[in-house]
């Protein structure tokens, strides 16, 4: 049975709540999080009652990164629409806001994640008040989830869609309370705090109505494991009311901030703990400064003496929207994984899900490191000599050192994780966990201010220069310097008329491109968002990879031509159709269901992009300008092009658009091709010599294998490669492109 708040409580909880800094992302213990919670009794637990913590109230992730939630203009954007529905369950026509990924297509199909808003909200408070939709296009541009649609129902199913128009504009809004202005704390235009608007009859329209329409109208998977349910404050608690007791709906629940609506005790929120256990992931968070935390440690401490997998994350937030936007970024890579969830952070640490996004909880390992340090082979040359930090030993730990002398803390950040570093006469000195083997990007935090480390050479990735360290590979043989001949890496540079703009590629020749007048085959070699056409070269080591090959007899000597698919001045990469990769719309009432479903088209196809700007310079000036710079065999047979991530997505579009210019083709953790994409699978067969997919063992690849194993019956010469124990990074597609580049070009 429910017990449910009384209006007098409620009214108290909402006049409690201030304005949240939505726009500016502040770590927990910084000047600006004290003056942000400032005013709010944060230390006598702000609204709501007291704050008493325990052992398992403590992060179980790092911090997100600086302007995770904030719009980004070189990537591209998905679409928000307001969406009208007949709700047969309440008898009224209601309003939600879907969110369509860019490049959204009704020949592929998507998981979808729904976000339900705080009591005062609306179905605008994720994307107005909270950056949900920033939030999510930056993590697609930077290819750490899968695209998905997010549905925004409105959670008081006493309004209707009148009441909704008649509100006024959020101006910022209230986290979790009323849009800036809104009257009656959004409760409905003259309808006052119906609070059993929230309970069971929104539970049936969400069940019995918004479902069944978003599975109908839109392009989605229809089923458990492709659906997830969260929301802030009174959402959350509405989250966990629904969805620990409808895993036959949802395999994916997390609550954040969750309000008093959540049922209590927690034995009339779970009557039998033996339904959660069907979830693949619970997710329960709060802030500690947040009067109402008492409410999600009472359902974390049942679940876990009942043996309840979950997450449970505490962190230095309030009931505000940066918590609401951090929990929505580390939620969202931890969903729409078939890997079973593991236990609760406070019971043990947590696998990594794909390797990919955000980290799982680490306790800092403060044993003494073995002393086998040695420079890491990245490491500067100053004046003929190696700089002697960063170092890495043979237990894969990573030790740095830094002058500084009037530093008040530095801090060792690398696999997200932020180690202290200690002081001693102006030196800093830090010792990381062990660390997967390959390349790494770090940086160091110096009172928290994020500097590269002045012992390693420079690297462009995560959309900056930075540091980098190489943590030795078992199998690091095969993109080793040996006295073996090699070719050349080449800046080359030409004029784009497209850009107005010279730009720049690399060109890799082979060992003995110099000494004849021999003809070449070329492989074009994107590479990831926020990467550019040094990655390849320096990060990838695809020269030394292609010299140890053509050395060894393994792969045909060929050109790689490395592109920055960046284009200056003009818009990023994004979907077919314009240059923000525009949505489709939704079917209207009554139209039939788009093609999809489970299994259907747009599995495992990843991020497609095609129309873009750097599609234009490629097939219309590089490839030219390549052909006629560079003794080459310029025709579809001695073409290939490839990727990795966002590369793979663009290779991806762009040879299915131009097989008549690749007859291989190359994805990295970048996606796969359906069968249901090939117009005329004669012709397919015909033109296209291979289809390469790879991905590391600890991405979510399976739903692209089993792409490849279609293709295989349907005839197509098609590969799939799995990078042992490696994710979304470097070594994985070294190993990628050294399978790769002997199957081409052998015939």
């Known amino acids: 049975m429910r017990r449910v708040l009384t209006l007098v409580f409620l009214l108290a909880v909402l006049a409690g709540i201030c304005l949240a800094d939505s726009d500016q992302q502040t770590p927990p213990g910084t000047a600006g999080a004290a003056q942000q919670t400032a005013g709010r009794g944060a230390g006598r637990g702000g609204f709501g009652g007291p704050i008493e913590l325990g052992p398992d109230d403590k992060p179980a992730f790092p911090y997100p990164p600086a302007g995770f939630n904030q719009k980004r203009d070189n990537i591209p954007h998905g679409e928000l629409t307001a969406v009208e529905y007949d709700s047969r369950s309440l008898g009224t026509r209601r309003r939600m806001r879907v969110y369509t990924p860019p490049g959204y297509s009704a020949g592929r199909t998507y998981p979808v994640l729904y976000l339900l808003h705080g009591i005062g909200g609306t179905d605008t408070e994720w994307t107005q008040a909270c950056h949900a939709n920033n939030v999510i296009d930056n993590l697609l541009g930077e290819g750490k989830i899968q695209p998905m649609v997010m549905v925004f129902p409105d959670g008081n199913s006493s309004r ?331 800046e080359v540079h030409f004029f784009s008329k497209i850009a107005n703009a010279t730009l720049q590629c690399y060109v890799y020749t082979p060992p003995d491109y110099e000494k004849g007048s021999k003809r070449y085959p070329v492989l074009y070699l994107q590479h990831g968002a926020g990467e550019d056409e040094h990655g390849w070269g320096e990060q990838g080591h695809a020269g030394l990879i292609m010299d140890n090959l053509i050395a060894e007899g393994k792969a045909k000597p060929f050109l790689i031509v490395i592109g920055n698919s960046y284009i200056p001045g003009m818009s990023a990469p994004a979907g077919r159709g314009g240059g923000r990769g525009a949505a489709a719309p939704a079917a209207q009432p009554g139209a039939a269901a788009p093609p999809g479903g489970p299994g259907g088209p747009g599995r495992g196809r990843g991020f497609v992009m095609t129309n873009t700007p750097f599609e234009h310079v490629l097939m219309e000036e590089m490839i030219p300008f390549i052909d006629a710079n560079f003794r080459t065999l310029a025709d579809q047979p001695h073409r290939a092009m490839a990727g990795l991530s966002m590369g793979g997505a663009l290779t991806h579009g762009i040879t299915l658009a131009h097989l008549d210019k690749f007859s291989y083709i190359g994805m990295f953790s970048g996606g796969s091709i359906a069968v249901s994409e090939i117009k005329d699978m004669a012709d397919f067969k015909k033109k296209v010599k291979l289809v390469f997919v790879g991905y590391g063992s600890r991405e979510n690849g399976a739903p692209s294998k089993t792409n490849v194993d279609e293709l295989k019956s349907a005839g197509v010469n098609a590969v799939y490669y799995e990078s042992p124990l490696t994710a979304h990074e470097w070594l994985s597609w070294r190993r990628d492109l050294h399978e790769f580049a002997p199957l081409l070009f052998q015939k």
């Open 160 to 490: 209707t869609v009148a009441d909704l128009n008649a509100l006024p504009a959020p101006r910022g809004g209230a986290p979790g309370g009323a849009p800036a202005g809104a009257p009656g704390a959004g409760a409905g235009r003259g309808r006052g705090m119906n609070m059993d608007a929230w309970l069971t009859p929104f539970e049936n329209d969400l069940l019995k109505d918004i479902v069944p329409y978003v599975d109908s109208h839109y392009s989605v998977y229809a089923d458990r494991n492709h659906r997830a349910l969260a929301g802030l404050s009174m959402g959350g608690g509405q989250t966990l009311n629904i969805g620990l007791v409808h895993p036959e709906t949802f395999a994916f629940v997390g609550g954040f901030s969750s309000a008093p609506d959540t049922r209590q005790p927690p034995t009339a929120l779970v009557p039998d703990p033996s339904v959660p256990k069907q979830l693949k992931l619970v997710w329960l968070a709060c802030g500690n400064k947040d009067g109402l935390i008492r409410i999600s440690q009472a359902v974390h401490q049942y679940l876990k003496e009942n043996g309840v997998p979950h997450v449970w994350h505490v962190d230095g937030n309030a009931h505000d929207t940066t918590e609401w936007d951090n929990n929505l970024y580390l939620f969202s890579q931890h969903i729409f994984i078939d890997q079973p969830m593991q236990v609760a952070a406070a019971q043990a640490p947590q696998a990594g899900r794909g390797g990919r996004g955000a980290q799982p909880p680490v306790e800092i390992d403060k044993t003494p490191p073995v002393e086998d340090f040695k420079p890491s082979d990245l490491n500067a040359m100053v004046n003929g000599q190696v700089r002697q930090y960063p170092e890495v030993n043979s237990q894969r730990r990573v030790r740095t050192r830094l002058r500084a002398p009037n530093a008040q803390s530095v801090l060792l950040d690398i696999g997200g994780v932020r180690y202290p570093m200690t002081k001693d006469a102006g030196w800093w000195t830090g010792v990381s966990n062990v660390q997967d083997e390959g390349f790494h990007y770090y940086q160091l935090r110096v009172d928290d201010f994020p500097v590269p480390d002045p012992g390693t050479l420079m690297f462009y990735g995560a959309s900056r220069w930075g540091s980098g360290v190489e943590v030795p590979a078992h199998d690091q043989d095969f993109y080793a310097m040996k006295n073996f001949p090699h070719g050349n890496l080449r």
